[in-house]
């Protein structure tokens, strides 16, 4: 198994009364892609900054190919692309402009630049857009764009924040199947994300965490496996609250959330043929996923940040 | 652990494609830029100039008009880099979030902060030649002195976007900006010997033109676009060496807590 590039180990950082990172340690190694879930607040965004060296921890650290952070973070930096949550492109240059005067801020020879660019347009789907500026594409087209650019010094680590926040299913999909080409490749991605389809499909560890804290790491199916019963049968309807009291023994747990009730259960059939019997209900029988995961470590209380 | 604040700056050559970047963004919209820059000054020139010129004496044994051109081109130098260290600065830094993605770059605030100083500064300089070139070809002055106004001004471009700079870090949007005009920048025109000579006002008044950097500057750049030599040299360079460098640092330590906090 390969060394790890990114590391980072026991890191705390409070703001005011507030512990926002909590003892968190991490590795990531070249062609892996691990994903950070929580939900608002937890402090994801702080400590990705962290990883910039844009806030400097009360303790611990953190090392980018062997170099401290923030120390030498001006030096990691040559090797880091990253992918912000809101596109930061210069909405005055085309997408080849944009991607040459990034380029610039390398210290990458003129040559190399040019020689990067088209393969970068083609990379992003973008080579009839390079004369286009970033006002004239759409969202998936700026966020390619952005990860383009995050590319242009060929990093070894990509840092992306939420990359398919707002995007329609197309676009997401082309990102995604970029970013596996990436892994592929052997660079290595650190993403924060709310969607758990999309951390189910790339990531190859995920961490949870809350309150700072790491709650969870492992696989995302392990996770599944070691958290949650397999299958998961939502009710809706009229009479949906009734049948959580009625059927709570056919489940090992029963959660209800507005009008909606939730069965988590590792055999669904007795379940299913006695939910058959109400006309008043709909209901939605489904593997468990990391949505059900997440929710049930985090909970379902919506956090104000 | 991050370096204090209030550490020394800390810059290296990658400010550069910083004030490159601007430039080329400049480039696309130079004509109408420096138009709008000189499109002011040219009418309150040619108004006050020549018209009310016509109605006064001699001011300092001066044409009126030469001695009005050869003082608004110090404010209009002065008025660029400010408008371009206030607006388009803070519009890169929290509009457009470019200031964030360059230092996701290999390059430090510190960088930033002096590109967008020195670029604020060309910016004057560009504004200022082509008043200058009016002014040649309007027959204003067509000293060789003038020649020499062109670092210095480029000095007080680098001193009034230093100061500016400040009240960038400070802003929560963009009406922050008209106090600084309103308060600061317009009265100090009207108090530093451009329109009407510093002597002309209460002994109070004369005392605080002096310590103002926009009178120092007049000082200085009046006499070079005359063909004359100022009468005080090290004096007004010092008042706008103080301002610059402290205004400078000012604006570094602001911004760094701006970002980092």
Known sequence: ?305 | MLISFYAAPRITARFWPVVLRNLLVWRKLAVPSVLGNIAEPLITLVAFGYGLGSMIGQVQGLPYIEYLASGSIAVSGALAATFEALYSAYSRMQVQRTWDSIMNAPIALDDIVFAEMLWAAMKSVFTVAAIMAVIFVLGISRAPTMLLALPLLCFVGVTFASIALVFNALAQGYDFFTYYFTLVMTPMTFLSGVYFPIEQMPGWLQAIAHVLPLTAAVDLVRPLILGQWPQQVWGPMLVLAAYALGGYYLALVLTRRRFFK
């Open chain 1, 1 to 305: 198994m390969p060394e790890p590039i990114f590391r980072i180990s026991h890191l705390f950082k409070k703001f005011g009364d507030n512990q926002v990172v909590n003892d968190l340690s991490l590795e990531i190694r070249p062609g892996e892609c691990l994903g950070v879930i929580g939900p608002n607040g937890a402090g994801k965004t702080t400590t990705i900054r962290m990883c910039l060296g844009l806030v400097g921890p009360d303790s611990g650290e953190v090392e980018a190919f062997g170099l401290p952070i923030p120390q030498e973070v001006r030096e990691a930096k040559k090797r880091i692309g990253v992918v912000t949550q809101f596109d930061s492109l210069d909405p005055d240059f085309s997408c080849a402009e944009n991607l040459r005067v990034y380029g610039r801020y390398f210290g990458l020879p003129k040559a190399t630049i040019d020689a990067r660019i088209p393969k970068l347009l083609e990379f992003s789907a973008l080579q009839a857009k390079a004369d286009a500026k970033p006002g004239e594409l759409s969202g998936g087209m700026r966020r390619r764009l952005s990860l383009g650019r995050a590319l242009i010094n060929d990093p070894d680590l990509l840092l992306l924040d939420e990359p398919t926040t707002g995007l329609d299913p197309q676009a997401r999909h082309l990102m995604w199947e970029r970013l596996q080409n990436l892994l592929q490749q052997g660079k290595a991605i650190l993403l924060t994300t709310h969607f758990m389809d999309e951390a189910e499909r790339l990531c190859d560890r995920l961490l949870v965490l809350d309150h700072g804290r790491k709650i969870a790491e492992g696989t995302p199916r392990g996770l599944i496996g070691e958290h949650l019963e397999s299958d998961v049968v939502e009710v809706f309807g009229d009479g949906a609250l009734a049948t959580a009291q009625q059927h709570a023994a056919l489940a090992e747990r029963v959660e209800t959330s507005g009008e909606t009730v939730f069965f988590y259960l590792s055999r669904p059939q007795p379940l299913l043929q006695a939910l058959a019997q109400h006309h008043d209900i709909r209901t939605l029988h489904r593997p468990a996923n990391l949505e059900d995961l997440f929710l049930k470590l985090t909970g379902r209380q919506i956090r104000d940040e």
